[in-house]
């Protein structure tokens, strides 16, 4: 199982980005795949989930950010707009390997790439 996180970057505050996440190894359509992000000295948090129709978002976040899968569900996105300092941290995209109900924390997922740094500058 591989999960390969892209599209993080250096990009002034107010500013946009959209991380890519492919993923492989075996099926994920029917499972949660997430975004989660650690910023220096601070433990690892939920930005956003996705599984089939329904999207959930940290409420630090609600409002700015968009996730997104494509049809076959191996691919997640997140479209990140009106980017903030505090936003800084690297990204990280996860998947459930299993059918489950929760969603928002870092025990909830079985795999995890290896993250993107995305730096947002004032």
């Known amino acids: 199982v591989q999960l390969q996180a892209s599209g993080g970057g250096l990009v002034q505050a107010g500013g946009s980005l959209n991380l890519s996440c492919i993923a492989s190894?075996?099926?994920?359509?029917?499972?949660?795949m997430g975004w989660f992000r650690q910023a220096p000295g601070k433990e690892r948090e939920f930005v956003s989930a996705h599984r089939w129709v329904t999207a959930y978002y940290a409420d630090s976040v609600k409002g700015r950010f968009t996730i997104s899968r494509d049809n076959a569900g191996n691919t997640l996105y997140l479209q990140m707009n009106s980017l903030k300092v505090e936003d800084t941290a690297v990204y990280y995209c996860?998947?459930?390997?299993?059918?489950?109900?929760?969603?928002?924390?870092?025990?909830?997922?079985?795999?995890w790439g290896r993250g993107t740094q995305v730096t947002v500058s004032s």
């Open positions: 190894g075996r099926t994920f359509a029917n499972y949660f």
């Open positions: 996860a998947a459930q390997g299993k059918l489950g109900n929760s969603w928002s924390t870092v025990g909830d997922y079985a795999d």
